[in-house]
């Protein structure tokens, strides 16, 4: 069955570095999520993007955050300039849209910042 | 404000005993329901929604919204039951915009 799958499973970094975060949805999917879950708290929805723009995005998704599609693959998450309350697991998903909210997950990547 | 509320953090059942994983929502709309599970060490995973009126693994889920409950339930427990699993309400339909709950451990013992 296809996946989604995400890279690395886990990063490390110091606080006010640049992280991306790689997800390649399933290949005939059209429409991309990031999710966070902090350690102890809910799944939090970040943002939604479909036809190459974000459709909806969270309170949380500010301007440290950007996703992008940069080939017909991948589905990036950018947080410019981490803080300590961005560590967390990071899923992305993907649907087909036809399925109503039947979203596919990756294993998540473990974010700590130090 | 839309929430999902699950108040069990761990339900712990024998083998064969019925389990009822309890989740209520608040949403001023028509909201989608949704159940997810997570086994051990496997990805987040879609169970069951409200809409296609499914049973999946022996799992049913109504919506009632009266009592704004979306509770999950199986007659018979089996072992490879345990798992976390997350309510989940969609607002808007294919948005991909979904609002968990804090999960329940279901622990299903021998």
């Known amino acids: 069955e296809p996946e989604v799958t995400q890279t690395p499973s886990h990063q490390v970094t110091q606080m006010g570095q640049e992280v991306i975060l790689r997800c390649v949805p399933i290949?005939?999917?059209?429409?991309f999520y990031w999710y966070r879950q902090i350690l102890g708290q809910k799944v939090e929805f970040l943002v939604s993007f479909y036809n190459n723009e974000i459709s909806e995005k969270s309170e949380i998704f500010d301007d440290q955050f950007s996703v992008e599609r940069p080939d017909g693959s991948n589905f990036t998450l950018k947080i410019r300039s981490t803080k300590l309350e961005d560590s967390a697991m990071y899923f992305c998903?993907?649907?087909?849209?036809?399925?109503?909210?039947?979203?596919?997950f990756g294993s998540g990547t473990q974010l700590s910042v130090l | 404000a839309q929430r999902v509320t699950q108040p069990e953090k761990l339900l712990s059942v024998f083998k064969g005993a019925p389990v009822e994983l309890k989740c209520n929502y608040s949403?001023?709309?028509?909201?989608?329901l949704f159940w997810y599970v997570q086994y051990s060490r496997q990805r987040l995973q879609l169970l069951l929604r409200?809409?296609s009126r499914e049973s999946i693994k022996g799992f049913t889920a109504d919506l009632n919204k009266g009592e704004t409950s979306f509770h999950l339930k199986k007659p018979f427990a089996q072992e490879e039951d345990s798992a976390m699993y997350y309510c989940a309400l969609s607002g808007m339909v294919n948005t991909g915009k979904l609002i968990f709950g804090q999960g329940t451990t279901l622990q299903v013992k021998p």
């Open positions: 998903a993907s649907s087909d849209g036809t399925g109503g909210e039947k979203l596919f």
């Open positions: 949403y001023s709309g028509s909201p989608e």
């Open positions: 409200h809409i």
């Open positions: 290949s005939n999917h059209l429409y």
